[in-house]
């Protein structure tokens, strides 16, 4: 950290703390003071590279290596075109291939490899997915927004933290403020004997102690409401989905035995069995329904 | 001895037992039977592990089908020895007994260092060198250049091992550390890879905790280990600490200087291969595309990088497209590494979650939630595919990227803080960064899960219900048993004044009192006028020894202790300390007598036991609270108050009383030893404090020994050390601590067993 220093004029981190890098598009640092000097009428050319360069889009260095720098630029401009969402496609593998795609043309843009290829490509898609970039730019990804509700319940629960502390001590304080002064009127108008009013003073007191602790352990939060929706959620007004189902069809059933098969009717009334299916279906209707 | 104890059919290699051991296989019998976890606390030196061994072991033998397995987890190389020892003993006895050879197979696994066989590789001194070195020579990859080039050199062991090994199974017996590297020289296998595969079909297995609680080293080793298995947790009483340390991960300024080098070789390295070898990139690219699982393509040596504990969802869906590439990956640790650094570049400390980190994270340098959430099992695969044979190097990237999974998995539980500097040295700039879990049930939950019985058992576990409440699970039988004596052989004393009247504390106001260092000065120069042999005396952390001791030194008073006894002290070095206590041991050898100054949760104060003449008494000046000022220590006791219901306070006092307990408990080794347990400081009389003790030290405090002088102190000692130094012979103990077989079978016996078991 310490050889961090401007490579035009030489001072370092270590001679100067106060020393503050500026980073431009390109990439490459300077410190304050030089692009102040070199500067003066708002545009010229990098010192290292040549490329031409604005005053105005150099900002403080915020990492030691400037590439990255450079590249989080890059990233950022990039995403701000780039930026489906998981939904947008149709499988995981389609997403992973875009988040690639995606990684190339960023990979491409910091490291200087066919500039001009990869800038008309997203040229391309920016003009052809105009209308998902405009849908999508306010929108957070799942994973943000998951994130942005952990910090809400976190803050949510340190707030009720503080708050129920807070009460309690006021409780506490008053609670402990109104027997002193019933001890106080006791003492000055009870006939009993001090002592005796101390000891039941002191009764009290204990009492009212274990009281407080119960109290402290039924406290339950309430960020919930009673439909069990958490307050401060934001709760998604759209139509469920409809599931389609298939109409229940019939199949006939299918046994099927080893053994050989079975006789049909008319087989079984020419060898004279009529009369014993004919019970054996009385005795199944009567089986089903008792009369 | 043969026992019944409810019904099973127990061999118990000694000729006599304690009643408590006996309770303790009663409660530990009904554990087992409920199929559920259990709490147990027994005094060191009544014979637990052999308590344990025998009953697991008749139960296996028994219900074969409801228990396959023992894992029987110790802390330390010597006391996993000690319990292979005790574990041969018994398996002898069971062969004199029956008669028949019995086909058991135990034994204890360690690190390569301990079981290295290879001369080149077991010469090395360090663990991480040796795990290192043995990877360059075992890997898949290497092994698979040997085909090709005949001189690359491999590990012979491992290769007959590979060839031969698998098929002919271990025979039966015990085997320690020793016995395997015999063994594995005999037939020119590697011994630590031996076994690691013999575990799986073991009966019993004894390693170290961090096989089980540590999700890097249990995902490799403990991965397969059946279900139906009892696991053990011997010496338990840290066992909060050891889940905590290791889910956490602390990042230096150097680690992230390492880092860098570390992305700088692997971006060379994969610009080479694309000029040579470009195949083997779109291999593994094309594999990541699939979402093939990791662990299939795998072999057992290449695992040696193993991710922190994954939902499997994740482990099951593809490696996102960010980071599919090597040179994106690369381009992604280094804007992480990048990022970490500017962090890192703070002026005051930082507090914050793992969601505002990874929303700030995704602000600076957009990063998403999931490819870091990849980022360690992607490094694995990376550093198979370049074939980096000397994985040592990576430590640090590997680290980062430990890191950048748990930070994305983990929500709740666990809290990052940056320090700009250490608080003793704040113009120095040494930041670091801690991620540091304050959770230990997040480490020690899939053991719950998915063991049947978990036993906890150390000699101080009180209060015993703190740690199902802090570990997070429903034991079916909490109980803590005490020691029965023939003689009163432990004799506590809390002494809270000075001759003077002045009140000892080593609180915070009274830490520079001249008058407390000079009473606290008196009480050991005059326990060393009367103690025999040897005194081990605590303090509560080194800089308090240090001012201490420099004091007694202006006023004499070491002078005056020399002239009684030798005086060593405990450093933070580990060879100084261990040279000490040798000089130590050899001064109450000779009668000359010594005094160790040590300090608690130190190394004197956790493995090293004082047995007999070597700690005739232990004084413990003041209460050894944890240093309450660290921010991490704060945090986690916010987390548990709000989580867990568990106050502050009750937290601290817990955590200072039972490395007390664990102090003074080092000077009783078992039931013919004796010992003063001295507790110098006014806050151990009260109750909050003395409830907190174990039931065995607990029980022989009365009123009398509560808030005395140090003359009162002396006098009693004097009487106590008088008494015990009379003749003690077993037979004295028959009957009443020691029993036979018949006296244990006798009517009155057993029922005065029954109520023993105290439940909580």
């Known amino acids: 950290m310490d050889d961090q220093g401007c490579p035009r004029c030489k001072t370092t981190k270590y001679r100067n703390p106060s020393l503050k890098l500026m980073v431009n598009v390109c990439g490459h640092t300077l410190c304050e003071n030089c692009v102040e000097m070199l500067f003066v009428r708002g545009s010229g050319n990098c010192v290292q590279c040549d490329t031409p360069l604005r005053k105005s889009n150099f900002r403080v260095q915020l990492f030691e290596d400037a590439t990255v720098d450079k590249e989080v630029e890059i990233r950022k401009k990039v995403m701000k075109i780039y930026n489906k969402r998981e939904f947008d496609f149709p499988s995981l593998r389609d997403y992973n291939d875009y988040l690639e795609q995606v990684e190339d043309i960023v990979y491409n843009l910091t490291n200087n490899i066919d500039v001009e290829n990869t800038k008309g490509r997203m040229e391309q898609y920016q003009r052809e997915n105009k209308d998902i970039i405009q849908r999508n730019k306010a929108k957070l990804t799942r994973e943000q927004e998951e994130l942005e509700e952990l910090l809400l319940l976190q803050q949510q629960s340190n707030e009720q933290r503080r708050l129920e502390v807070l009460q309690e001590e006021q409780r506490q304080l008053q609670a402990k403020r109104k027997s002193k002064q019933a001890l106080l009127d006791e003492l000055e108008q009870s006939k009993l004997p001090a002592t005796i009013l101390l000891a039941q003073h002191k009764v009290r007191a204990a009492q009212l102690e274990t009281q407080i602790e119960q109290q402290k352990q039924n406290v339950k939060p309430t960020s919930l409401f009673s439909t069990g929706i958490q307050i401060g959620q934001t709760v998604s007004l759209q139509p469920l989905p409809r599931i389609q189902e298939v109409l229940y069809q019939y199949k006939p059933l299918q046994v099927e035995t080893y053994g050989p098969p079975a006789p049909d009717l008319e087989q079984l009334s020419r060898f004279g069995y009529e009369s014993l299916l004919f019970f054996f279906i009385l005795l199944h209707i009567q089986g089903s329904n008792p009369i | ?760």
Request: net charge neutral; glycine share 4%.
């Open chain 2, 1 to 760: 001895m043969k026992l019944n104890i409810e019904g099973l059919l127990v061999y118990f290699p000694y000729d006599y037992i304690y009643p408590e051991q006996y309770s303790y296989m009663l409660e530990l019998k009904r554990t087992l039977d409920a199929k559920g976890h259990g709490v147990l606390e027994m005094p060191s030196g009544t014979g637990k592990t052999i308590s344990l061994l025998s009953l697991i072991v008749a139960y296996q033998r028994a219900f074969p089908l409801d228990v396959t397995k023992l894992i029987y987890c110790s802390r330390t190389v010597p006391e996993i020895e000690k319990v292979v020892e005790e574990l041969r003993k018994l398996m002898e006895f069971y062969a004199k007994e029956t008669g028949e050879v019995n086909n058991f197979l135990a034994l204890s696994l360690s690190s390569r260092k301990n079981l290295c066989i290879h001369p080149e590789v077991s010469s090395l001194r360090f663990g991480k060198e040796v795990d290192g070195k043995c990877h360059s020579l075992t890997a898949s990859y290497i092994r698979a250049q040997r085909h090709s080039n005949p001189n690359q050199p491999v590990c012979r062991f491992y290769e007959e091992f590979d060839a031969v090994g698998r098929q002919v199974p271990l025979p039966a017996g015990i085997y320690n550390l020793d016995d395997l590297k015999d063994f594995g020289r005999r037939k020119g296998w590697c011994p630590y890879y031996l076994a690691r595969y013999a575990i799986l079909h073991a009966n019993i297995v004894v390693y170290s905790y961090h096989y089980l609680l540590d999700p890097k080293i249990a995902d490799l080793v403990s991965k397969e280990l059946a279900k139906k298995s009892v696991v053990v947790f011997d010496e338990a009483h840290n066992i909060d600490n050891v889940c905590i340390d290791s889910m956490s991960v602390n990042i230096t300024r150097r680690t992230l200087d390492r880092c860098q080098n570390n992305v700088d070789t692997l971006q060379n390295t994969i610009h080479k291969i694309k000029e040579t070898d470009a195949a083997k990139l779109r291999e593994e690219y094309r594999r990541l595309v699939e979402g093939l699982k990791e662990a299939n393509v795998a072999r057992e040596t290449d695992i040696y990088l193993a991710n922190p504990v994954l939902p499997d969802e994740v482990l099951q869906e593809a490696v996102p497209g960010s980071i599919r590439t090597a040179e994106h990956f690369v381009g992604f640790l280094r804007r992480f590494l990048e990022y970490l650094k500017a962090r890192l570049r703070v002026q005051h400390v930082v507090q914050e979650s793992a969601p505002q980190f990874l929303k700030d994270i995704f602000d600076k340098v957009c990063i998403d939630r999931k490819p870091l959430r990849f980022c360690a099992e992607r490094l694995q695969s990376l550093l198979r595919t370049l074939e980096i044979a000397d994985i040592a190097d990576f430590s640090a990237v590997t680290l980062i990227s430990n890191f950048a999974t748990l930070v994305s998995t983990y929500s709740q539980g666990f809290t990052i803080i940056i320090e700009p500097f250490e608080d003793r040295t704040p113009t120095i700039a040494n930041p670091v960064l801690h991620f540091s879990c304050m959770d230990p049930s997040i480490a020690i939950k899939p053991v719950f899960q998915r063991f049947q019985s978990v036993i906890i058992t150390s000699g101080t576990l009180s209060p015993l219900d703190i740690y199902p409440r802090i570990l997070d699970f429903r034991p079916v039988t909490m109980a803590s048993f005490t020691m029965t004596l023939a003689r009163t052989c432990l004799c506590p004393l809390i002494v809270g004044r000075g001759n003077d009247q002045v009140a000892l504390s080593s609180k915070f106001e009274t830490r520079e009192d001249f008058a407390v260092i000079r009473n606290y000065g008196n009480l050991l120069l005059e326990m060393s006028a009367v103690v025999p042999d040897g005194i081990v005396a605590f303090f509560t952390s080194y800089v308090y020894m240090e001012n201490i001791v420099a004091s007694w030194y202006e006023q004499g008073i070491l002078e005056n202790i020399q002239k009684n006894k030798l005086i060593f002290i405990e450093t933070q070095d580990a060879a100084e300390t261990s040279m000490a206590l040798e000089k130590y041991q050899e001064a109450c050898e000779n009668g000359r007598g010594a005094i160790l100054l040590s300090v608690a949760r130190g190394k004197v104060s956790e493995g090293i036991d004082f047995v007999h003449h070597f700690g005739r008494a232990v004084i413990m000046f003041g209460v050894p609270y944890v240093y309450t000022q660290s921010r991490i220590l704060k945090a986690r006791l916010e987390y548990l108050r709000d989580q867990f219901q568990i106050r502050e306070n009750d937290f601290l006092t817990f955590d200072a009383m039972r490395h007390a307990a664990q102090c003074v408990g080092r000077a009783i080794r078992g039931k013919t030893d004796y010992g003063l347990m001295i507790f110098a400081d006014k806050r151990y009389a009260r109750s909050d404090k003395r409830g907190k003790l174990p039931r065995w030290i607990q029980e022989h405090i009365n009123d009398g020994s509560l808030n005395l002088t140090v003359d009162e102190a002396v006098q009693l000692s004097k009487h106590f050390l008088r008494q015990m130094a009379q003749p003690f012979r077993q037979e004295d103990q028959l009957g009443l601590s020691l029993l036979t077989l018949e006296q244990l079978q006798s009517e009155e016996m057993l029922q005065k067993i029954s109520q023993m078991a105290h439940q909580t």
